[in-house]
Every structure is written in C-alpha cells, then in structure tokens.
C-alpha cells in the first residue's frame, strides 16, 4: 500500500511538472477541435486529478488548465482543501487521497504534497518524491526545509537536488494567484539616510526568516528605529511576510493575528497577508 501511494504520488508531481510546461508553450487557440481519441479520455481528466491520470489507459488531455483561472477559491474546494489538510496533519492519507480526487482548483497542489512529504511521523519522503517536490515548486514555502531533506538522503550518483530559489518568504503562493503581484512606491517624504535604514531592516528580517527565526525577525520590526520611516503599507507588507514565517514554522495562531492586522490596514496593497490569514485560519 504504501508503495502504491508513493508511486501515485510520483505521477501527481510529474503529470503537473508536464502541465506546467505546457502552461508557458506558444499560445494556442482557446477552442481545440475536439479528437475521437480526445474524446475517449477526457471523462478521465476532467478535473485533473492524479486518479484520474493513474486510472486512464488513454494519452490525459485535460480539458482546462488545472491551475484555477479565479482569484479566489470557491467554497466547494475551500471545504476540499480545509478537509485534506487535516486528514494530512493526522496521517490519514486515504481520507486525503479521497478528498483531493474531488479537487477541481489544484492552484495548491505543491502545499498538498509538501504538507505530507514533511510529515514528521506518518510519512517517510524517498529522494526520488523529495527531487520531484523541488523540481517542481522550488519557491514554495517549505523549500528549505524539503532541500536539506534531500541533501541527507541523496546517494552518489544520483542528480543533486534542486536548490530553493529566494526569497522564500514571499514564496510560489502568489505567482500562482497573481503572476506579478502588484506595484507599490510609497510616498512619504523620506531622507536617504532613512531609506537605508529601511532597506536595512527589510534585509534583516528577510535574513531571519530564511533561517526560520521568526521571533527575532517581529522583535526587529517592533524595536527598530526604522520602523516610523516607513508607511502603513511598507510597515504591513514585513508584518505579513512575519505572519508567513509563523505559520511556516507552525504557529498558526500567531500568524493569523498578524496577516489579519495587516489586511485590516492595508487591505489589497499587502496581498500576501490575505493570503496568509486564509491559510492560517484553516490550521486554527
């Protein structure tokens, strides 16, 4: 069984590398003459599910994009994915695989796997799971952590592992709900000896929380002398980025507390702390 399950999730990894690579291929028209052989395997693949894939004997042409084309999640997988990620967190995969079968936005598939490759009893990640992971979601939050895995369980001849790419703090999350996020310049009237002392608070506390010391990082934020140089917006995009490294390190509570000051303030200017208090208040 639980060969079955690695090898389910070794194709769920590779069917959505695939996907993503053909994600960023030449535009194609946005109707495609549909083929008997499309035909015959798109019951399979209509959600794009890995069961669906395991189970379909035909080429899977998916017929939409598995990533959601929404901003926000609709209640129907919100409930999904509330429901996989306890099932996870008490190492209950069947009742995980079950709800993740019904998925149809799986803009959060790399936190799925994460979640359960990381597990600190109920699951023991191979190299070969671990490799894939990085391969595929190398900014997601949680890349750290899985690439030092890697490193302990790589043998010679093995291709290394994929290094995480930075900043981890912001990580994959947003790439997926907005491919570029959106601009902000703040326009309060600053010397060039107060930018620098902003700029040198934001790369402490990005430091810190590469190294998960995420107290250190929101002590830093409270007590610098920078902080009354920089507007709400500025002072709640850290904040957020603070409430991300909590729930990393799994301290949901806290996380919640400072995502949701931060939207409560700043609203959209700081997406990542709406983001954040959704995810946090899933785990609380």
Not at 58 to 64: G, H, Q, V
Not at 229 to 246: K, R
Request: charged share 25%.
């Amino acid at each position: 069984m639980v060969i079955l399950k690695r090898g389910l999730l070794l194709l769920f990894i590779l069917f959505f590398s695939l996907a993503g690579i053909a994600a960023t291929a030449t535009p194609l028209p946005s109707v495609k003459p549909t083929t008997s052989d499309q035909k015959k395997s798109t019951d399979a693949t209509d959600t794009a599910t890995a069961s669906a894939v395991v189970h379909s004997d035909a080429i899977p042409y998916p017929k939409a994009k598995p990533l959601g084309t929404k901003d926000y999640l609709t209640p129907y997988d919100r409930d999904l994915y509330k429901k996989i990620f306890k099932a996870q967190d008490e190492g209950d995969w069947d009742t995980a695989d079950k709800y993740t079968e019904k998925l149809k936005d799986m803009r959060l598939r790399g936190h799925i796997i994460y979640q359960r490759l990381y597990h600190p009893t109920a699951w023991r990640s191979s190299y070969q799971e671990l490799y894939g992971w990085l391969d595929q979601y190398p900014d997601h939050p949680g890349a750290h952590e899985l690439y030092k895995l890697a490193v302990t369980r790589h043998k010679a001849g093995e291709p290394t592992p994929p290094k995480p790419k930075r900043p981890r703090v912001i990580s994959g999350m947003m790439r997926d709900l907005n491919q570029d996020g959106p601009s902000y310049k703040s326009t309060k009237s600053t010397t060039a000896s107060q930018r620098r002392a902003i700029q040198d608070l934001e790369r402490n506390i990005t430091q810190n929380l590469r190294r998960d010391r995420v107290t250190i990082a929101y002590n830093q934020l409270k007590q610098s002398s920078a902080a009354p140089y920089m507007d709400n917006v500025q002072f709640d995009t850290l904040q957020a980025q603070i409430a991300a490294g909590y729930l990393y390190v799994g301290l949901p509570e806290k996380a919640l507390d400072l995502a949701l000051a931060s939207v409560n303030r700043s609203s959209t200017n700081v997406p990542l702390a709406g983001w954040i208090a959704g995810l946090a208040s899933w785990k609380t």
